[in-house]
């Protein structure tokens, strides 16, 4: 059973487009995450959502919208694609640790998105 | 604000050599955590360390071995008689802790790519 799982794994879109990338864990972590991961590797945090709340990445779209149906779900809607949205996302989840900060991350196997 | 730099971007070594990858933070927090987590071809990232601020005492896990120096604000990771499954993107991480108002979220340096050749 994969402990964090995203699809898709591959998505090939036109500039314009709209988009989602869904990611399940099952590990009963408190906090979920999305980085995006650009053509030379550097990871950058988007958003971190538990349920008490949504941090967002200031840097990020407005185009880019987290949901979070549920504790186990944290998809990635992305709106009106531009080129240089192509990148690898990973979703990943922690279970909080008091005070904070200790959080391991478990990692899902990244969707890579190629917007043409 | 938190900091990871990692500047070697690409190493190359071969089988059995040993190698050390350089981590140097930025924080202001007095407690705080690294990570070092691998990302092999395949391309999923694996959790391989973590440190909290206040244990300095180096680890040793089969041919890894961490060298934490808060002097230098250095996280260091050796790898000792390489292997060519060594081979993968290496990322250095630093978190803070929340309680005292620091980003628990974790900031990744931007890695650094080992090739081990046969």
């Known amino acids: 059973d994969t402990a964090v799982s995203q699809t898709p794994k591959y998505l090939v879109t036109q500039m314009g487009n709209d988009k989602s990338i869904k990611c399940e864990q099952n590990?009963?972590?408190?906090?979920m995450y999305w980085y995006k991961q650009d053509s030379k590797k550097f990871l950058k945090i988007m958003f971190s959502?538990?349920?008490?709340?949504?941090?967002i990445n200031e840097t990020v779209p407005n185009r880019f919208s987290p949901k979070s149906p549920d504790k186990a779900h944290l998809n990635l809607h992305i709106n009106s694609l531009e080129l240089g949205d192509s990148a690898v996302y990973f979703c990943?989840?922690?279970?909080?640790?008091?005070?904070?900060?200790?959080?391991?991350?478990?990692f899902g196997a990244g969707s890579r998105l190629t917007v043409l | 604000a938190q900091k990871v730099t990692q500047a070697q971007t690409e190493i190359s070594v071969v089988e059995k050599e040993d190698v050390t990858l350089d981590c140097v933070y930025e924080?202001?927090?007095?407690?705080?955590?690294l990570f070092w987590y691998k990302q092999p071809p395949s391309g999923e990232l694996v959790f391989l360390i973590r440190?909290?601020?206040?244990?300095?005492q180096n680890e040793i896990s089969g041919r890894y071995s961490w060298n934490f120096q808060k002097s230098t604000s250095s996280f260091n990771f050796t790898i000792t008689a390489s292997q060519v499954v060594d081979s993968a993107v290496y990322f250095c991480?630093?978190?803070?802790?929340?309680?005292?108002?620091?980003?628990?979220?974790?900031?990744f340096g931007r890695g650094t790519s080992l090739i081990v050749h046969p």
């Open positions: 991480a630093l978190s803070e802790a929340e309680a005292s108002g620091g980003s628990y979220i974790p900031t």
């Open positions: 990943a989840s922690s279970q909080d640790f008091p005070g904070g900060g200790a959080n391991v991350l478990t």
């Open positions: 590990l009963g972590h408190d906090t």
């Open positions: 924080t202001r927090d007095t407690t705080y955590y």
């Open positions: 959502y538990n349920n008490k709340e949504l941090i």
């Open positions: 440190r909290n601020s206040f244990d300095e």
